[in-house]
């Protein structure tokens, strides 16, 4: 079964930015097409459910996938193919077991498909629907990417890389299309974001926009535009901003313990604020790269503890 990853807003941003970076996949087949259609969230269980669609060059696949509050994508099942009705077991995406009512909901739509199949949304019925709203960002091409901004400020970064296979085809880069919207639970709207090719290539990413984000990631990024131009108490005014509207944001953190070490603060005392961004494989993988190189850490990195220090955290994947 082919997956392609898909994207939610407010995770780790990547190693350089205080805003996340998605990325666009390349190389598919000329004659594949993958469509999100978001359907309910259940207050409940704390899940969105999405229903996918995908067209490939060998044959077809509806599914409904699951996804946690911050559209962390947790396990899917497949509805039918271009073969019949599917009757493989649910899939697991992440480590966390998925709820038993889950599984229980993949038993009734496949049921329902078989019997009415128009009505194969009496299944979610009790879950609250997500209604389609005027989009409140919008999709801004670049040279090899596509920016979401809400006002002027941006919201999220797509990469549009042309992939190495595509060119050698003379395929074009991904290229967004119109965005579409839902309004969904505690002000947030799941954004689904089309991308097409001129090979034949079209799919579509799931970005979680709220509103409510824009300030704190607002101070965040003045935050860093200030320590960049090495003015630290500034830096240091917006970045405890940032952690005021919203404490667990990483990238304010990083740039929170890069003030720390610039003004002083000696690595024992102000560790523990790299410790909270620290705490899964992909936040290993995102930060302690630029712990061991970035130059406003480089006192830290002079102290005695610190190689032990970093020997708490390990990766599957050993990271430079």
């Not at 899940?47 to 509050?69: A, C, H, M, T």
Request: aromatic content about 8%; overall charge neutral.
């Amino acid at each position: 079964m082919m997956r392609w990853a898909l994207v939610f807003l407010w995770p780790l941003a990547a190693a350089g930015d205080t805003l996340p970076r998605l990325t666009v996949e390349g190389g598919l087949a000329a004659g594949t097409a993958s469509a999100m259609k978001p359907l309910a969230y259940s207050e409940t269980l704390g899940v969105y459910l999405i229903e996918r669609n995908d067209q490939r060059p060998n044959g077809s696949e509806r599914s409904w996938n699951f996804y946690g509050k911050h559209l962390d994508l947790l396990g899917y099942f497949t509805l039918s193919t271009n073969a019949g009705i599917s009757h493989e077991n649910i899939q697991q995406a992440g480590e966390a077991p998925l709820d038993r009512r889950l599984a229980e909901l993949a038993t009734q739509a496949r049921e329902k498909l078989e019997s009415d199949p128009k009505s194969l949304d009496k299944v979610w019925a009790d879950w609250q629907k997500l209604k389609s709203i005027a989009c409140p960002v919008r999709a801004v091409q670049r040279a090899g990417s596509t920016d979401l901004l809400a006002r002027d400020l941006i919201a999220a970064g797509i990469d549009t890389p042309l992939a190495p296979a595509d060119a050698r085809r003379g395929c074009s880069a991904p290229k967004p299309g119109s965005l579409r919207c839902f309004a969904g639970t505690d002000g947030n709207l799941v954004v689904v974001v089309p991308f097409k090719q001129d090979c034949g290539v079209s799919q579509e990413l799931l970005v979680l926009y709220n509103p409510r984000n824009l300030e704190y990631l607002k101070e965040a990024q003045a935050g860093e535009a200030a320590l960049k131009k090495n003015d630290v108490a500034g830096a240091r005014k917006h970045l405890d901003r940032s952690l005021e509207l919203e404490p667990t944001h990483a990238p304010a953190h990083f740039l929170h313990a890069c003030v720390q070490a610039r003004t002083g603060t000696a690595f024992r005392d102000g560790r523990a604020e790299l410790e909270q961004i620290l705490g899964s494989e992909e936040a290993r993988q995102t930060w302690l790269p630029r712990i061991r190189t970035d130059p406003a850490l480089a006192n830290w990195r002079l102290d005695p503890e610190f190689p032990r220090w970093l020997l708490q955290f390990p990766t599957r994947t050993p990271t430079k």
